[in-house]
């Protein structure tokens, strides 16, 4: 195409609309023939199309919630029972957590005989380092199904290279020789930042069922540990809300989606602009909703800038939430290395980014307590 300079009728240079072309990551997913499901949440990961995936085998389908575009990927795979994927290693870092099913997960690195291995079942979580070759074995009869997160798309869109990529005989990470890579967390660590509950492991045997330490962040009873895994390039954290009760609401950039992993519960979202209390302020049109039940999930900030997202548990057991962020970005917040920064439970008046529950918008309670209602549970909100 040819340049045409700004005229006197038309000021300007170039078109006032246009479309995104898709990024390397991007065409890698296309290119991979699975179905690419899109959106700012999803009700049940179960009820997602699958289809046969050359690449690893069995049947697979991207998930590339709204917000998390080349910060971070997601898929779904079924491995069929007694099945296996196809070995791979990448340059990027891959968590998986396990919908369904029990089998086995072979982890080992060029040149080297020695392969780690380690069981898992339904509700499992492990992190397979990068580079490392990885297989996964279906051990039953039935059907697995997975799902995986992973920071290919900013590799993929820097490097554009599937061949450096997929087929580098760097060695990133040493599996430690006596074999105990994959040992389940022991103890409960403070985080060296914040001293929050924190996890060194790459295996989580029961996200689903594991006691939770006390909290209080979110919303009273709050629990919450975050496992560090791998070389810690993939954040993740698991929550619980009680039953009866719901999360204050709190705003940062995109990044986090939150995967129901028990329970049942919604999310409200939405842009900062839109100001604390959109529905008494005529907002209430940019406000986004996602119901999800167990496994569902939901981006936490699905457009550019700070989004609020404030999450209700309507389960008679409350609601756990798995929150995945591969990008990373929302271990310590934001902000310039060694600034001062405010933890996010404080109140937006006091500098933070939570609106206490005194101060948001009526609707929000009146909701939820008809949510409840509903379902015959009583709110057990202060
Ligand atoms: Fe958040």
């Avoid at 990024?23 to 049940?44: K, N, S």
């Amino acid at each position: 195409m040819t340049f045409v300079a700004p005229t006197e009728e038309k000021t300007y240079a170039g078109t006032t609309t246009y479309r995104r072309p898709a990024r390397p990551y991007e065409r890698f997913m296309q290119e991979q023939d699975i179905p690419v499901h899109r959106g700012i949440g999803v009700r049940d990961v179960r009820e997602l199309e699958l289809r046969p995936w050359a690449r690893l085998g069995g049947n697979a389908a991207f998930i590339q919630p709204d917000g998390t575009d080349g910060q971070w990927g997601m898929f779904v795979i079924e491995v069929p029972g007694r099945g296996t994927t196809n070995q791979e290693r990448h340059l990027y870092e891959e968590l998986f957590f396990v919908i369904e099913g029990r089998g086995t997960t072979e982890v080992w690195l060029e040149g080297s005989r020695r392969v780690q291995r380690f069981e898992w079942g339904a509700g499992s979580m492990f992190a397979i380092p990068p580079n490392a070759f990885h297989r996964i074995v279906n051990g039953s009869a039935d059907r697995a199904l997975l799902l995986a997160g992973n920071n290919a798309p900013p590799i993929m869109n820097i490097f554009k290279s599937e061949s450096f990529i997929f087929d580098n005989p760097a060695r990133l990470v040493d599996l430690a020789a006596d074999g105990d890579y994959y040992r389940p967390p022991e103890d409960i660590l403070a985080d060296p930042v914040r001293g929050r509950a924190m996890w060194r492991t790459n295996l989580v045997p029961d996200v689903v069922d594991v006691d939770l330490p006390l909290d209080n962040e979110r919303s009273p009873g709050y629990r919450r540990v975050e496992p560090h895994m791998a070389t810690d390039a993939f954040f993740c954290f698991i929550g619980q809300h009680e039953p009866g009760r719901y999360s204050k609401a709190h705003r940062h950039p995109s990044g986090a989606v939150l995967i129901c992993v028990k329970g049942e519960g919604y999310t409200y979202t939405w842009p900062r602009e839109a100001g604390p209390r959109p529905w008494e302020t005529g907002q209430e049109h940019l406000v986004k909703r996602q119901e999800y039940v167990s496994v569902g999930m939901v981006s936490a900030a699905p457009g550019g800038g700070d989004w609020y997202h404030q999450h209700f548990a309507t389960g008679a057991d409350g609601v756990r939430l798995l929150v995945w962020d591969g990008s990373g970005r929302s271990y310590y917040g934001w902000g310039a290395p060694g600034e001062e920064l405010i933890a996010s439970r404080v109140s937006v008046q006091q500098g933070g980014r939570s609106i206490d529950y005194e101060d948001e918008d009526p609707h929000i309670r009146r909701e939820y307590v008809r949510q409840l209602e509903r379902r015959g549970i009583a709110s057990r909100m202060p």
